[in-house]
């Protein structure tokens, strides 16, 4: 099946909507506001569930020989196109305290609890994302040889009452407009 122009904001939906389904058994619960996002997100709205697109790139594929290098195989030969898109999740978290006369900081259970809502984010996705891909529901091509791989996942610094965690997950889309893919 031919491609198109939308094949990644629709495979950046299909990550969102996985990630959504991933959060509804993670310890805090689901989040409302989703989006699927031009760029890295803004951390002012959280809870906030968003994915983003990065750059393309072409895999590397065996043999790596001279004629089927990266830059070669382009003009020459088949080529795996892969794509690394974002997930970022936020969840509000302590911050410190000003009443105009004194700076309070949170307590250590409150940051422990902050931690196991974003703990709990992060290993729901991951482990959902793994599930479904195994499953063949995730990002699966008709060869079943698709390639796919969270790479690692980076906490974001708690700051202004947002914490949470960026997860990179590096998937194969197929090409279009001309050239085997």
Known sequence: MAGSAGDLFAAAQTLLAAAAAALEDAPAGPIDRMLVSQSAPVFDCAPQLSVHAGGPSIADTYPLQPPLQPMQ??????????????????????????????????????????????????????????????????????????????????????????GGWEIPVRFQIPGYGGGPS
């Open 73 to 162: 195989r382009i003009v020459s030969t088949g080529l795996v196109d892969l794509v690394l898109m974002t997930i970022t999740v936020t969840r509000c978290v302590s911050k410190l305290g000003d009443d105009g006369q004194t700076i309070t900081l949170p307590t250590p259970q409150a940051m422990t609890d902050d931690a196991e809502a974003c703990y709990g984010d992060l290993w729901a996705i991951w482990n959902h994302l793994i599930k479904e891909h195994r499953e063949g529901n995730l990002f699966q091509s008709a060869s079943k040889r698709r390639e796919f791989t969270l790479e690692p996942a980076q906490p974001l610094n708690n700051g202004g009452g947002v």
